[in-house]
Structures are given as structure tokens and as C-alpha cells.
């Protein structure tokens, strides 16, 4: 498949590069910084640009068949942007493109077994706050205003991402509820959520929903 991914050099953007190369697909690396990248290949072209240009954006999914978007808004080069206004630019563009889009979300819109969720707990992470708060809006977003034609789907992550844990290619998955293990841990390695995502854009199994995975 052709597969733009937006973000490509982040701690899951780069893990889900790997795999999308390890499974044979053509991918368009979009970046701010090109210099983390592999050398262009048959397989691996650059772009570089900011994914809030639409005109820019437009212009680089043209002909792909599948856009993943794992674009943090951390860094301070982002500051003021949200994830609201990334995904309503990026559904457009999608939805222009006839190209499915499947993006990464947060875990603080999930459900805990209190039917609360993650993000209104006690206990969570002030520093993580705004992000969550701002990924369950634009999952809102989409579910309310994505356009009729655009086929979407959201990955919301477990609570941790293990960015250094090993790709076993196991998983479980779910819907809006966090997944946890036998030890009441909500946690993947940032490897096999790349196998997750990927699974989902070679065989789509949600349409216009969100979904999560975890051990």
C-alpha cells in the first residue's frame, strides 16, 4: 500500500515506520526534521512540512491509499496548536483525498472499570492533562463532524507506552474501555502498538470509531 505517515521520527511514529517498511508498504515520511529518517529508498520518500499547512498536506497524500497520523503536539514548536485543529485539517484533507485515515489518540478518553474516565481520575497526571483533554475532544470531533465520506478510526493507546519494550506481536484489543493485565497495568510496548495500528490499516475492522489495544 502507499502510506503517509504524519510524524514518523516520534517515539510511535518511529516504531510504526519500522513496521509499515518490515510489511513491504511505500511510505511518505512526513516530518519537521528530516535528518532522523533513513536515507529515501524505492520504498521510503521524504516530505518536509508542516501538517498544518492544508495546501502542503493536500498535496503530499495525493495518491496514497492510507494516512496514519501519529503527530505529537509536545514540543515547543507546537505550542498553541491542538489536537482538535490537527485532526479537523487532517480529516479534510483526507476526506478531499478519498484516503482512509487512521490516527493515534490518547488513553485519557477511556473508560476505567469505574465507568470514569482515565483522564478525570484522581491521581492523573497534571502534566498529561491538557494533551488528554485535548485528544478526547478531537475524538468528539470526529464522531460529530467528520465528513460523511471520510473513513476513519482512532487508536487510543493504554495507559503506558513502554518506548524501549519488545515487539512481540501479541496484543488484545477493545473498544472504549482501558485494557489492563493481570497485574492491573495498562501498558504496551510502543513496538506492538505499531503491529496493532498496522494490522488495522492492512484489514480494516473499525469504521468511524475508536479503538484500543494493550497486554
Known sequence: MNVVLLGATGKVGAPILAELLDRGHRVTAVVRDPSRLAAESARLRHRTGDVFDAAFLADAVAGADVVVCSVALRDPAQRGRTPVELLRGVAAVAADAGVRLL????????????????????????????????????????????????????????????????????????????????????????????????????????????FTVGY
Open 103 to 210: 490516527t493515534l489518540g490518547g488513553a485519557g478518553s477511556l473508560r476505567t472499570a469505574d465507568g470514569v474516565d482515565l483522564v478525570d481520575t484522581p491521581g492523573f497526571p497534571e502534566a498529561a492533562k491538557p494533551e488528554s483533554l485535548g485528544f478526547r475532544a478531537a475524538l468528539h470531533e470526529l464522531l460529530e463532524r467528520a465528513p460523511a465520506e471520510l473513513s476513519w478510526a482512532m487508536l487510543s493507546p493504554p495507559a503506558s507506552i513502554e518506548v524501549d519494550g519488545p515487539r512481540t506481536g501479541e496484543y488484545r484489543g477493545g473498544d472504549d474501555t482501558l485494557i489492563v493485565d493481570e497485574d492491573g497495568a495498562s501498558r504496551i510496548s510502543a513496538a506492538d502498538l505499531a503491529v496493532a495500528l498496522l494490522d488495522e490499516v492492512e484489514n480494516p475492522k473499525h469504521h468511524r470509531r475508536r
